[in-house]
């Protein structure tokens, strides 16, 4: 189980179609942020689930959600695709 599971999990209970959430409350969720998520726009790309070698964004995509990441405000916008 990889520990963004926890994100897919709480992505798929939200139920919703939009949802906004800071780094803080996703680190809390996941057990801490590397810091390449606050530095490297290309941590939250949506990257092709059968090509991904990092977790994150098979977790989002797996709930059926898109990233898209604003790093200056530390927000991301979850979006049901």
């Known amino acids: 189980m990889s520990q963004y599971d926890f994100l897919k999990d709480f992505l798929e209970q939200s139920g919703k179609d939009h ?5 803080a409350q996703i680190a809390a969720i996941v057990g801490g942020l590397p810091l390449a998520a606050f530095d490297d726009d290309r941590w939250w790309a949506n990257d092709d689930t059968n090509r991904a070698r990092h977790g994150q964004p098979k977790s989002w995509q797996a709930a059926g959600y898109r990233a898209s990441a604003d790093r ?7 979006d049901r695709i």
Request: glycine share 0%.
């Open 19 to 23: 949802l906004s959430m800071s780094f």
């Open 72 to 78: 200056r405000e530390r927000i991301v916008q979850f």
